[in-house]
């Protein structure tokens, strides 16, 4: 059985929830091209979408790119298909391949783009760079009989409510009595129609995030005994995990600036950095930020770091930095394709647990416009 592309792209915004990407117009997240209205037999990972992608995923019978650079950048006027970006356009909708985009919220997820790149260059226990928003949350109360209120709490809590800190599996319970009075067109699980009953139950309480809010109602749904199920959800002035651009972190074994931009080309998989520093500066806190992130060097420094790692720096706010005392390494912009067989692993899985026999391909082409001579 093939999934739906709604299917696909549920599991991807598990990864990726779209409430984390920026709120700015100009970053395009979400379908551009094509339609889910279809079964995926073979999803293709790319960083960027050119006509060699293209190419590629049509050899490989791809019926879906999810890709983390747009290929639509501003609204269209105009679609000609003798220019190159009408061309991909063209070839796309002939080939019937849908589009797909995941980039500020992959790169802002829990366990994405900066995750994944601060795992590789030895970052531990990473933290935003610039924090941009913490996830809401609520606090879930439900009533349920006594006789259910393992199977509910279960549910709930296996549904991913309950997580403080490092505990999981949180909950606070108390006994007491629930009445009730079953009218005409019932059918109650406990007592008779037009006779008031009371009935032990358990009030169970816990905390949800914002992001699982639905999925953890629905668990606790399906799992309650009752026809009309009695809860409650509350917003806290607590709030739940940090997101926001890049991450910080002290490195797993201090080295010289020179030796870390080794660490960067050698993890990173790039021929070639651009260092701004005294080579033989020793590095204890590092960050990092996918992309083009070199204005956030202030942020960087604010936050202990002695190396920012990112792309696309250029020449005044190289010298910027450098007079502020913090160092950068530029692996540059396509040093982000680490995401793809990142992203195409993680989908796989999902599809795999759910007996899905959708496919997970990552694309081979490197699309790194630049060449060092």
């Given at each position: ?19 984390l990407a920026y709120p700015d117009d100009k970053d395009r997240i979400g379908l551009q091209l094509g339609t889910l209205q279809k079964e995926i037999r073979t999803v293709m990972v790319a960083l960027d979408v050119n006509e060699e992608v293209v190419d590629e995923a049509i050899q490989a019978g791809a019926d879906l ?23 991909v356009y063209e070839r796309l909708i002939k080939h019937d391949i849908a589009v797909y985009i995941a980039h500020t919220n992959l790169d802002n997820a829990e366990w994405g783009m900066n995750d994944w790149m601060a795992e590789a260059l030895g970052i531990q226990n990473p933290v935003p760079v610039d924090e941009t ?241």
């Amino acid at each position: 059985m093939f999934a739906k592309g709604q299917t696909v792209i549920q599991y991807m915004e598990q990864l990726a929830p779209k409430h984390l990407a920026y709120p700015d117009d100009k970053d395009r997240i979400g379908l551009q091209l094509g339609t889910l209205q279809k079964e995926i037999r073979t999803v293709m990972v790319a960083l960027d979408v050119n006509e060699e992608v293209v190419d590629e995923a049509i050899q490989a019978g791809a019926d879906l790119i999810i890709a983390h650079h747009a290929i639509i950048f501003r609204p269209l006027r105009h679609i000609q298909t003798d220019s190159p970006a009408g061309k991909v356009y063209e070839r796309l909708i002939k080939h019937d391949i849908a589009v797909y985009i995941a980039h500020t919220n992959l790169d802002n997820a829990e366990w994405g783009m900066n995750d994944w790149m601060a795992e590789a260059l030895g970052i531990q226990n990473p933290v935003p760079v610039d924090e941009t928003q913490r996830e809401q949350l609520y606090k879930l109360v439900v009533f349920v009989p006594a006789t259910h209120a393992d199977q509910v709490r279960e549910a709930v809590l296996n549904a991913g409510a309950g997580s403080i800190g490092n505990y999981s599996h949180c909950s606070f319970n108390v006994d007491g009595t629930g009445t009730f009075l079953p009218q005409e067109g019932t059918n109650p699980f406990l007592g008779s129609v037009g006779k008031m009953e009371q009935a032990a139950e358990v009030r169970i309480e816990t905390i949800v995030p914002h992001g699982i809010r639905g999925s953890v109602i629905q668990a606790m749904l399906k799992a309650h005994p009752y026809e009309e199920v009695a809860y409650d959800v509350y917003p806290l002035d607590l709030k739940g995990k940090a997101y926001g651009l890049g991450r910080t972190g002290k490195l797993e074994s201090e080295m010289t600036l020179a030796a870390f931009a080794q660490v960067v080309k050698e993890k990173l998989d790039v021929p070639h950095v651009r260092v701004v520093g005294d080579p033989d500066r020793i590095v204890k806190k590092a960050a990092v930020i996918g992309g083009s992130g070199s204005r956030y060097y202030q942020a960087a420094r604010f936050r202990g770091a002695d190396v920012l790692v990112t792309g696309d720096v250029d020449y005044h706010t190289a010298q910027d930095a450098l007079a502020a005392g913090i160092a950068l390494i530029d692996p540059g912009h396509n040093a982000e394709k680490i995401m793809k067989a990142k992203v195409a692993d993680w989908l796989q899985e999902q599809l795999g647990k759910h007996r899905y026999d959708t496919k997970v391909i990552a694309s081979a082409v490197n699309t790194e416009p630049f060449r060092f001579m």
